[in-house]
């Protein structure tokens, strides 16, 4: 865990910074630390109390709620520029989700103390953080709809439209089978069946380890009475776990 090298100007550039005063960035800077994660690190584990605020600066990181008996939930990802720890800073509690590092992770650690000597006196920074943690409730709210109400065949055609690409041979996906199957919940065995009926129908293919979207429409059509507000490239469907 190192000093982060930051000036200023270059916290400013973070969202949750911006309001900030050029005093308040002064400040912040002398306590910020810089902690770096290779990737399938736990960074934060459930149950432990976060002594601080993380800002994700580089790479990607993921929620994921295990049950200690090799079963695992992925609620969410979080990408550069968003942050986590949050209800840490008020109430001391523990971790609900641990967040694990897809990619190497580079995190500027903001202590506790300086991060709410800052917001005691910024008004619009408390508001910013009070509007993430409400956004990610709302979030946690439909994802736990989806996994109620709907079946898993349209979850996994969301999480297909939601993480895919578009490649000359079609829409190239990201997640494999069994990460598709951490996101919806639901057995690798089940998930792999419903891929089989997705590539007899023609709407998906498989290429070597990759999963490719030859149809979206059809995708769209399987998800649409369980996910009717939510366009093809959204992800808002998606939580990003306020820990």
Same mark, same amino acid.
Not at 2 to 16: E, H, K
Not at 157 to 163: G, H, K, P, T
Not at 188 to 193: K, T
């Given at each position: 865990m190192?000093?982060? =090298?930051?000036?200023?100007?270059?916290?400013?550039?973070?969202?949750?910074f911006s309001?900030f =005063?050029?005093r308040q960035?002064?400040?912040?800077?002398s +306590?910020v630390?810089?902690r770096?994660?290779?990737?399938?690190?736990?960074i934060?584990r459930?149950?432990?109390?976060?002594?601080g605020l993380?800002v994700?600066?580089?790479?990607r990181?993921?929620?994921?709620?295990?049950?200690?008996?090799?079963?695992a939930l992925?609620? !969410?990802?979080?990408?550069?520029?968003e942050f986590?720890?949050?209800? !840490?800073?008020?109430d001391?509690k523990?971790?609900?989700a641990?967040?694990?590092?897809?990619?190497?992770c580079?995190?500027?650690?903001?202590?506790k103390? =300086?991060?709410?000597?800052?917001?005691?006196?910024?008004? +619009?920074?408390?508001?910013?953080?009070l509007q993430?943690?409400?956004?990610r409730?709302?979030?946690?709210?439909?994802k736990?709809?989806?996994?109620?109400?709907?079946?898993?065949h349209?979850?996994v055609?969301?999480?297909?439209?939601?993480?895919c690409?578009e490649?000359?041979? !079609?829409?190239?996906?990201?997640?494999? +089978?069994?990460?598709?199957?951490?996101?919806?919940?639901?057995s690798?065995?089940?998930?792999?069946?419903v891929?089989?009926?997705?590539?007899?129908?023609?709407?998906?293919?498989r290429?070597?380890?990759k999963?490719?979207?030859?149809d979206? !429409?059809?995708?769209?059509?399987?998800?649409?009475?369980?996910?009717?507000?939510?366009?093809?490239?959204?992800?808002?469907?998606?939580l990003?776990g306020?820990?």
């Open positions: 190192n000093a982060l =090298t930051l000036d200023p100007d270059a916290l400013r550039t973070q969202s949750l309001s =005063t050029d960035l002064t400040h912040m800077v +306590s630390k810089h770096s994660f290779a990737p399938g690190t736990w934060l459930t149950g432990e109390t976060p002594d993380y994700l600066l580089a790479g990181a993921r929620v994921v709620h295990e049950d200690g008996q090799g079963h992925i609620a !969410g990802y979080i990408g550069p520029n986590f720890g949050e209800l !840490g800073l008020l001391s523990p971790c609900p641990s967040i694990q590092a897809v990619e190497r580079e995190l500027a650690f903001v202590p103390k =300086t991060f709410l000597e800052c917001i005691y006196d910024n008004a +619009s920074a408390a508001v910013f953080v993430k943690a409400l956004e409730l709302a979030a946690a709210h439909e736990m709809a989806s996994l109620a109400l709907s079946n898993v349209a979850r055609a969301r999480v297909l439209l939601d993480n690409y490649t000359p041979t !079609g829409w190239r996906v990201n997640p494999g +089978s069994e990460e598709i199957a951490a996101i919806v919940g639901a690798r065995e089940m998930v792999s069946r891929l089989k009926t997705m590539i007899a129908s023609g709407a998906v293919r290429e070597k380890r999963l490719i979207v030859m979206r !429409g059809a995708l769209e059509s399987a998800c649409a009475r369980y996910f009717p507000s939510k366009s093809a490239n959204s992800e808002d469907w998606q990003v306020s820990v």
